[in-house]
Antibody
Framework: QVQLVESGGGLVKPGGSLRLSCAAS????????MSWIRQAPGKGPEWISY????????YYADSVRGRFTISRDNAKNSLYLQMNSLRAEDTAVYYC????????????WGQGTLVTVSS | SYELTQPPSVSVSPGQTASITCSGD??????PCWYQQKPGQSPVLVIY???KRPSGIPERFSGSNSGNTATLTISGTQAMDEADYYC?????????FGGGTKLTVL
């Protein structure tokens, strides 16, 4: 069955960096667009980034553009999010998500990893 | 960019029909979808491409999209349907979620 397992979250000081990873299983990562979506405590989801199947196309929300970088390793069935210059407002649960591109929707979500930015 | 607007809350009696709307200037040209999220859980896709239902989603969930408004309809609402519901849509440059609607089954 499809599984997406995020890791790498934790407590980081403002201005610091973190790298999130998502291990995918039960399907071939190379067949799907993949995304990172975050949800701040008590708030709705925010789509922050996606990457095309081969990695040639990426999208970033204005809130993270220039600070975050999405990447993938299809051979390792893994998705990554490098987060730099972190701010308090980046505090959220970060979800790895699978996107069948023709559906324009997320059909599978990971369980999420919590990132807390605080001094 | 554009915003997707949802009512903050909707209440419904068990067995009745609940309707949740999502409005946006470009929504008629997009493929809106809907997610259900229960406390402490990841969202679950319940409707995609405006009106399609993923496998495993009960038939009481349906969607429509007309003009600039997408609507999620839950027929014969059950207590288990109490949750937050979010619409989401893509345009050429952004991917947006609505602010969410808390569905209460009274």
């Amino acid at each position: 069955q499809v599984q997406l397992v995020e890791s790498g979250g934790g407590l980081v000081k403002p201005g610091g960096s973190l790298r999130l990873s998502c291990a995918a299983s039960g399907f071939s990562l190379s067949d799907y667009y993949m995304s990172w979506i975050r949800q701040a405590p008590g708030k709705g989801p925010e789509w922050i980034s996606y990457i095309s199947r081969g990695g040639s196309t990426t999208y970033y929300a204005d809130s993270v553009r220039g600070r975050f970088t999405i990447s993938r390793d299809n051979a390792k069935n893994s998705l990554y999010l490098q987060m730099n210059s972190l701010r308090a407002e980046d505090t959220a649960v970060y979800y790895c998500a699978r996107v069948p591109v023709s559906d324009y929707a997320v059909d599978y979500w990971g369980q999420g990893t919590l990132v807390t930015v605080s001094s | 960019s554009y915003e997707l607007t949802q009512p903050p809350s909707v209440s419904v009696s068990p067995g009745q029909t609940a309707s949740i709307t999502c409005s946006g200037d470009k929504l008629g040209d997009e493929y809106p979808c809907w997610y259900q999220q229960k406390p402490g859980q990841s969202p679950v896709l319940v409707i995609y491409q405006g009106s399609k239902r993923p496998s495993g989603i009960p038939e009481r969930f349906s969607g429509s999209n007309s003009g600039n408004t997408a609507t999620l309809t839950i027929s014969g609402t059950q207590a288990m349907d109490e949750a937050d519901y979010y619409c989401q849509a893509w345009d050429s440059s952004t991917v947006r979620f609505g602010g969410g609607t808390k569905l209460t089954v009274l």
